[in-house]
């Protein structure tokens, strides 16, 4: 499977003016043929399914973004958000063709793999317009698929956006209402950190030493960009600390969220915040969480879990730790007041 060559393109055309009767649905700015399968619907995205034993076909409809003002970074943005976790092992090749209603569309595919689903194939389309990008992306395992999935993307139809508020999460325990995900800094810290989890080789972790603390954060914002924070301090350097920073684009689909880094780098700062010295840039990590609120009447605040859809740990966040219901898992609430970066003036100790 490669891209949509002109005889696809042809038997889509021909499928647009044939106006094919279905049951239609619109999605924030799309409007679909409902396929076959299970519905699933979260606010960032509504999902189709459909299997037998072997075989396996989905398809995802997303809520529009802005975009970046063209159709080949907008394309290569949203396959590293929605299958960047994923291994490739055929070449991902793309186009991009003229789409009724002044939209601009990428179509691209590869075959792609990931422990969970094995081999299949990605085909993910991307639309450009009007300031914004929405995308369709469907995954199949076998070519059986084939004519449904054409006839599904032939049936898009796009209209101009309108404002697009952003979705808080849902709610799923405890309390009264979780926070959106944009309302906080998300915020885990750990005392003693030995393991320190930043590449540093035996001999450098060594010179740091194993007394002292580690802190993750992460902030989402609204327009789907977020920042990551991972700030380690030992008593050997106490006058200073390394700070892992990230920042790129993250997507949520029902109860995932997916992050796709464009920078990540090692600072060395002192302790009000001031850079020393040159950052190193670090490997990217893309990965997909399933995400959940936990409420703890203890503490008598929200936690936001995040569980690795790889069901291992993550570089980016260390060691899980158990979650109640959930599992091994990263859980973090908001930053307490004392651990802002600088510190307050009037915290003491």
Known sequence: MIGPHAAVRAALLAWLLAGAAAQAETWDLVSFDVPAGNRQAGPEAVGFSESTRTTFVTYAVYKSAPSAGDPARD????????????????????ETIDWPGGWKLTMGAAKVWSEQQRNFVGLLNVFTGHGVKASVLVNYNDDV??????????????????????????????????????????????????????NFTGAQIAGIGSQGSAKWSYRFAADGSYT???E?????????????????????????????????????????GRQQGPAQPLAPEPMTYRYAWQYLSGMQRWYLVLIPDT?????????????????????????PYCEQRPRPSDCKG
């Open 228 to 230: 990551f924070t991972h």
């Open 145 to 198: 698929y084939r004519p449904k999935v054409d006839r599904f993307i032939a049936g898009l139809k796009l209209q101009p956006p309108a404002a697009v508020a952003a979705a808080a999460p849902p709610a799923v325990q405890g309390g009264s209402s979780p926070p959106a995900l944009t309302a906080h800094e998300w915020y885990r810290s750990a005392a003693n950190y030995s393991s320190w989890g930043t």
């Open 311 to 335: 069901g291992r740990d993550t570089h980016r966040d260390g060691t899980r730790a158990p979650a109640g219901e959930h599992g091994a898992a990263y859980r973090y609430g908001p930053r």
């Open 75 to 94: 394309f290569a943005d949203e396959w590293k958000l929605l299958l960047g976790q994923y291994r490739l092992v055929s070449e991902l090749k793309s």
């Open 232 to 272: 380690f301090w030992s008593m050997n350097k106490s006058a200073e600390y390394w700070s892992i920073e990230e920042a790129g684009a993250y997507r949520l689909a029902g109860q995932t969220i997916a992050v796709a880094p464009a920078q990540v780098r090692r600072v060395l700062r002192d302790r009000d």
